[in-house]
């Protein structure tokens, strides 16, 4: 058995199942805050029931996320010692700040959110959950901030005593260039994630006609945030794309299944290829709209496989510097198909707004339903695009993947792990999924019962200005 890949396949499997669970929690926090702060400007009491129902399943998302992440920190130093040795320098150092800094506020101050209900002033249990949502952001930052260093490694120096990599600019690590396009890609993702969370719960009570008034308020805030998000996801993407071209050229090249330089080059719109021979069996390509996208103009050269695996050797030594490339090229449609139905739909559900909601059409409604796992779908295939395509290194022109295991640990360790770690966050995810769905089907709390009177039904519509009947 392959060690590299039972310990790559052990890290894939729990990154992902703690994947599922991140985008939401950043996204879901800050539209609750949004949602009571809305009930602090006006004081209509349907905006408290709202921030508490949504800050319920936040809840049971959020538990499921520190639970599978808390796995993630031992793997480093059980499965993957050498590349802890060689740049837990750089590497362990945002992870540090992370947990002691913004992992703390997040979870102090969800505490109080949680408990502070009735008990603090309206002002200070606001601040609470805004602190929440700014804390999880921020602990996204540091996170990337590690990643980055693996995509782009800077602020560092080779120390030929130890033989590893040492910070020397922390400044320079912080203000890594990948991480301008990486972090607005992430929060922007999850917010979108939270939008369509909510539309899709909104949009099957209101099929059901349960508590309909109170899931179209839902559901308005979940499209103008929806729509937004995924559009500025879309142009960030575009961005980042570019970035790539320019400090990860063989990964724009796998996920394009691009074997020869081209210039112009063109956009694969489905390839099939041999990869033996590392070659097209079957392409439908648009000329010029590859370098479009990687310079802004219809001219520009986008560097092939074939050549950037000779420049690789000539400067690396032999070796495969190829990525999977039917993983990344499909991993790559996968995200951003999903994002392109996302915006679709986001801009039909601001269509519907226009009209306060007054068509609506139950066959699309149904749709929204379904759209609840478009992010998730898009969120797991651009973190594969983004972890296979770097293969074969753990960090990017300095440390390989084979280079990285531990070398004490065996295959049967590693496989039965493997499986036990695969069973274990199934039955995690299993449980989630059953919590969730078990608590957005039972609707929000009677007014009555969050302990304010019931407020006069609205005559119109809700509108779309926060704080108008």
């Known amino acids: 058995m392959d060690l590299v890949l039972l310990a790559r396949l052990q890290f894939a499997s729990t990154t992902i199942y703690h994947f599922f669970f991140v985008p939401l929690t950043l996204g879901l926090s800050i539209l609750i805050a949004v949602m009571q702060t809305i009930y602090w400007r006006t004081g209509q009491p349907v905006y408290k029931q709202m921030a508490k129902f949504w800050g319920k399943l936040f809840l049971i998302n959020f538990a499921m996320g520190v639970v599978t992440g808390i796995v993630q920190e031992f793997q480093f130093g059980m499965n993957w010692s050498e590349y802890s040795r060689y740049v837990g320098d750089i590497f362990g150092a945002p992870l540090a700040i992370e947990a002691l800094m913004a992992f703390f506020i997040e979870s102090t101050f969800l505490g109080v959110w949680i408990f502070g209900w009735d008990r603090l002033s309206k002002g200070v249990h606001l601040a609470s959950i805004w602190l929440v949502a700014i804390a999880a952001n921020i602990s996204a930052l540091w996170i990337l901030i590690a990643n980055s260093f693996m995509q782009q490694p800077v602020g560092f120096e080779l120390n030929p005593v130890t033989g590893r990599a040492e910070m020397v600019d922390f400044l320079a690590l912080i203000l890594n260039p990948n991480i301008w396009v990486q972090y607005p890609h992430v929060v922007l993702a999850g917010l979108s994630t939270g939008a369509f969370f909510i539309m899709g719960i909104s949009a099957l009570h209101i099929l059901r006609k349960s508590n309909v008034d109170f899931f179209k308020r839902s559901f308005q805030i979940g499209a103008v945030f929806g729509f937004v998000s995924i559009l500025l996801v879309a142009l960030n993407g575009h961005s980042q794309a570019q970035h790539m071209v ?177 069973l274990l966050y199934g039955v995690l995810l299993v449980a989630d999924v059953y919590l969730l769905r078990k608590y957005a089907l039972a609707g929000p709390q009677p007014i009555e019962e969050e302990g304010v009177a019931k407020s006069p039904q609205p005559q119109a519509e809700p509108s779309l200005v926060a704080g108008q009947n």
Do not use: C
């Open 246 to 422: 320019e400090i990860q050229p063989m990964k724009m090249a796998a996920a394009e299944a691009l074997w020869q330089d081209e210039d112009p080059a063109s956009f694969s719109i489905l390839t099939i290829g041999d990869l033996t021979q590392r070659r097209d069996v079957f392409s439908i390509r648009l000329p010029r709209l590859l370098s479009l996208l990687s310079y802004n103009q219809l001219d520009g050269e986008v560097r092939g496989i074939h050549s950037l695996q000779a420049e690789y050797e000539e400067t690396y030594g032999p070796g495969n510097y190829i990525p999977p490339v039917a993983i990344t090229y499909w991993s790559f449609r996968a995200m951003v198909g999903a994002g392109f139905v996302m915006l679709a739909l986001g801009a039909y559900a601001l269509y519907m707004l226009l009209g306060n909601m007054q068509d609506i059409s139950p066959r699309m409604m149904r749709l929204f339903v379904w759209a609840i796992f478009l992010p998730y779908i898009a969120n797991s295939t651009g973190w594969l695009l983004a972890e296979v395509g770097r293969a074969p290194w753990a960090v990017q022109g300095l440390l390989l993947i084979e280079d990285s295991i531990s070398p004490n640990v065996g295959a049967g360790a590693l496989l039965t792990s493997l499986i036990g770690y695969v």
